[in-house]
């Protein structure tokens, strides 16, 4: 019975760190681009959330869609303003930059919403367990894994079987030859990043709850989302899917387990799968 | 460059024997230093806050001096701390410096308050150790052990045999879960599970699972402030609030300034504390009538650290009729006594910490907010880390 | 400069010709030194920025000259720093120069054991490897806190005098001096290390080291070398920090350590030896600046000023920074343009 519950938290753990990071696996393995200011859109979609359900009194469910589409409107924003001039430059450049973005944008968090741990007010629904088949189900977790899976299999259907999808791969395989065959390769690009902040956004608000929100979430995550994007290889979207999963199980696992080696496991079990097989778990080549 | 290399001899000869050259002045400046970004930013923004507040209150003279407050922000580093001690000692001749968000930082600086002669006073961070580093230090906020110790004699004394503790991996939760656990079992009580989770901890659930599968009656928890709230929904999420058990520790995890954001969760979690916002005295009624006003949220533990913490410079002052000097100034501070916002309060003339009482409080809803609300007292609490010995 | 088109001679020339000693690096070194006169009550910054320049220029060696990305250099700086406070406290090595380069030694020790854990994969995963070590290494001294005092860090810790001669002072006069003269003597080495067949050897690895090896090169084992050398640096550097403020803490280790000494190499530019300490005093000088100006809001400034650098362009920054010497340079005849200028980037 235990088992299950570890293995259904750690399940709810990896889809929330998938919905997270896969923005940053589009950008970084298809589009080649070093986005470190990715948890700075899940922070914004996180607080307009927050500002929704707390101040306006919006239902979650109907502030959820709007948390997504206001960072993808705010990433469609940069994108266009800033991001866009810096896609053919160095990765040092774009590290330097997105760093900076990332400073901006916690600073200014603070500014308006202050420092302190921000609570996004639940329903009553979502609240406590349910008892599956004998078993104690967090509400809120099992709405995540929902939530997750279906988003994951809309994600997998967009890019292999819609027009977009291919017109995608193909302006991130040759973006000339793309632009050659009519392909708007700029605009794709803006989309699909817009998109991916979107995803971030959208998992900053579901992630409030069990990660917590401030000002700093976007530096303290960074680095989770970046495990997530090398383990699983940057070249697909199952490749951090499954990498996800397997992390959110590892460290769910390994803190019930062995709570002494708690803040060891995710790196360890980063750094062994990396050495094992240097471009992740299902990368078909190397990330650059 | 003559001038600066002059002005460089002024200052050593300032530092080397600031006695003497303090009283000339017309302004006691002192330096605060707190974290103002990073993840310890609330602490530094209410000790801030709260001694902005208190300047507007009761002016910014006391016995003839003005008072100028210097702020830093240290992010909490510890060597970033003691550079700037350092720097605000040797090139802004501060009179006092204040703050100190973490215990690292705080003791950084304690070698410079023995070397220049400078008070430090301690408005937030909570090891005992800290005031036997100096001879200069002086705590207006509290030390762990007061509040884990009282609540373990409580827990004991109230009916709860068994309890799982989680605790964060670091100093000052060992420090607490060290004090609570030898005063609870010498009450007859017992430690089920011990669980220490990692200081950078995303997810509570698994230790959470550990708790409830340990069957306890209650769960000690000390994580640092601002993860409190996220423990409490964890707890509720896993259903641990229905299966009877209860939470109990030190105040830290019911901070009032998340308190009303963690939603019904935290109903009914027993802690031992030395302020709560619903303090039911008229002082305090009107501290957090203010406070509210001025910043738009309620004071916690850490606000009333930082007004009491200028309140003493300012009785201090008065006291030696403005020496400003270090001696002078640590010698009125010791066994000083005063009515604060939590309740009655003095500084022990021996240890230079704090004594005060600690409360017993539970969270209740009161007009659609949720306080801690004191029930028991425990008066005059001296450092049992100290008192020890 | 391929093999058949250039003779050896010339080879040697041109590399000789390139290590020479410029007026432009001289004027550099002058006015670090002219620091300790001119701004007697900015030592502790000053002590600050020399470590730091120390550590970025560690980073310049493995980043900047053989082209290996590491987000957890903190790692060296952190175990240098315990190595140095840890022989301070028990008395093991008094004297500060000797436990300088015993921490240093001591982080090579690591760094050479670590080496072969980054030799593989491509720059995002040896981004991470070497992140994932320094955060493993953080939460062992934490883990250990009976050796290294926990999140309190190890406190206590009274420095000795210099070569038995010069206390640390409190208005760090001594410890300034101090971090100069080390970074000034291990610069000194760097720039002959770089300059040496062996550092041209790495540059031709970082452009290309398929290429590298089909000459003969053996890519790994200088690699291997190259970092060990730099985690030695790092070791100094935190051994430095901990020497000048009688502290080590765990925030050695930390991510944000590792990512400022980034922000720091790329601000100043790498592959130049220089970058890395001007970085150093651009973005301490800037912190310093802001953090003064509104210390709750700086973190905003500093960020701004990152992104208006990259919008503008650090080939254009650096071009304008050079104007005036340029100038001076071109008035007063003798040589063409400074070599100060980044020489081409690192993926």
Known sequence: MTLLTILFDGVAYGMLLFVLACGLAVTLGLMNFVNLAHGAFAMAGGYICAILVNRSGLPFFAALPIAFVASAAIGALLERSLYRHLYTRSHLDQVLFTIGLVFMSVTAVDYFMGSSQTFIHLPDYLQGQINLFGLGVGRYRLMIIVICGLLTVALQMILSRTRFGSRLRAAVDDPRAASGLGINVPQVFALTFAFGCGLAGLGGALGAEILGLDPYFPLKFMIYFLIVVTVGGSSSITGPFLASLLLGIGDVAGKYYVPKLGAFVIYTMMIVILIWRPNGLFGRSAAR | ?389 | MTANSTTHPEVGQFAMARAQWRWPEVVFWLAAAGCILLFPNRYLILTEIAWLALFALSLDLILGYAGIVSLGHAAFFGFGGYAAGLLALHGIVTEPVIALVVAGLAAMVLGFVTSFLVMRGSDLTRLMVTLGIALLLRELANRFSNITGGSDGLQGIEMQPILGQFSFDIFGKVGFIYCLCVLFVLFLLARRIVHSPFGLSLRAIRNNPLRASAIGIPVNRRLIAIYTIAAFYAGVAGALSTQTTALASLDGFAFDRSADLMLVLIIGGTGYLYGGLIGAVIFKLLQELFSTLTPQYWQFWIGAVLVVIVLIGRDRMHRWAMFLPRLIASKFGRAKAPVMAPEGEAP
Request: proline content about 5%; overall charge neutral.
């Open chain 2, 1 to 389: 460059m003559l001038r600066n290399f002059i002005s460089a001899t002024v200052a050593a000869v300032g530092v080397l024997s600031v006695g003497a050259i303090a009283q000339a002045q017309e302004t006691v400046k002192i330096g605060l230093i707190v974290p103002m970004t990073g993840g310890q930013a609330s602490t530094g923004q209410q000790i801030n806050n709260a001694i902005k507040l208190y300047m507007q209150k009761n002016g910014d003279t006391v016995a003839g001096k003005k008072i100028e407050v210097i702020l830093k922000d240290d992010a909490a580093l510890p060597d970033n701390t003691k550079r700037i001690a350092q720097e605000l000692i040797v090139n802004e001749k501060v009179n006092i410096i204040a703050g100190f968000g973490v215990t690292p930082a705080a003791l950084a600086a304690a070698p410079l308050a023995t070397q220049a002669k400078v008070p430090e006073i301690v408005m937030a961070a909570g090891t005992s150790i800290i005031t036997e580093r100096s001879p200069y230090i002086v705590r207006t906020s509290f030390t762990l052990a007061q509040s884990s110790t009282i609540i373990g004699d409580w827990a004991a004394k109230n009916g709860i045999k068994k309890v799982a503790t989680l605790t964060s991996d670091y100093a000052p939760g060992n420090d607490a879960l060290a004090a609570f656990k030898e005063h609870f079992v010498a009450g007859g009580g017992e430690v089920v599970e011990e669980v220490k989770v990692p200081l950078a901890n995303p997810d509570f659930a698994p230790f959470l699972q550990r708790m409830k599968d340990s069957k306890p009656d209650a769960v000690f928890v000390f994580v640092p402030a601002g993860q409190g709230g996220n423990f409490m929904k964890q707890y509720a999420e896993r259903g641990l609030d229905k299966s009877g058990i209860k939470v109990i520790g030190p105040g830290d995890v019911m901070d009032d300034d998340l308190l009303n954001n963690m939603g019904d969760a935290a109903l009914g979690a027993v802690t031992a504390h030395l302020y709560s916002a619903a303090h039911p005295s008229a002082m305090n009624k009107d501290f957090v009538a203010s406070y509210k006003k001025a910043y738009n949220t309620r004071p916690g533990f850490m606000a009333v650290g930082g007004w009491d913490g200028i309140h003493l410079v300012y009785e201090a002052l008065k006291k030696t009729g403005g020496k400003a000097d270090g001696d002078s100034l640590i010698a009125a501070m010791k066994g000083m006594k005063w009515e604060s916002p939590r309740g009655p309060i003095s500084i022990d003339p021996e240890t230079r910490d704090i004594v005060q009482n600690i409360y017993i409080r539970k969270v209740e809803k009161v007009d659609g907010e949720l306080y801690n609300i004191e029930f028991a007292t425990f008066e005059a609490v001296k450092d049992p880390g100290k008192t020890k010995k």
